[in-house]
């Protein structure tokens, strides 16, 4: 058994695309037209066949209660993994990426939280340099 698909709620498909993308860096799966929404999967240019990460429309009363309610609270919904937290941070602060948290040792690794503009609050991470 393995993970195939999660997903994020978002506000926006289409800002979500371009951000995951454009900014991010992920690349576009999936992207089916259904009716006003869209089947819409991105993934790690570096694992092509790895798992999806889905861009939900948050039209659920439920759906957009929880996205709120976490990004409100400061949780992440999601957790990406990088090379090097601080070389990631200094790029998309660059690009204008609004963080919450900056790069921050967790023990074994270092962790930094940014707002990925649709709604939710997304934590970049990697393995802490040794001591």
């Not at 994020?8 to 800002?15: A, G, I, L, N, P």
């Not at 009716?35 to 798992?51: M, Q, Y």
């Not at 990088?82 to 790069?103: I, K, N, S």
């Amino acid at each position: 058994m393995k993970i195939a698909l999660t997903s994020v709620f978002v506000d926006d498909q289409q800002k979500a695309q371009d951000f995951y993308t454009g900014v991010l860096g992920l690349t576009t799966k999936h992207d089916v037209p259904l009716g006003e929404h869209r089947w819409l999967t991105v993934v790690s240019p570096e694992a092509p066949d790895g798992v999806e990460l889905v861009l939900e429309p948050n039209e659920h009363p439920a759906a957009t209660a929880f996205q709120e309610a976490m990004a409100a609270d400061g949780i992440p919904v999601a957790v990406l993994s990088v090379e090097d937290v601080e070389a990631e941070h200094a790029r998309l602060t660059g690009l204008g990426v609004a963080f919450t948290q900056p790069p921050t040792a967790m023990g074994p690794v270092v962790t930094a939280v940014l707002d990925d503009t649709c709604g939710n609050l997304v934590q970049l991470m990697a393995a802490a340099a040794p001591a």
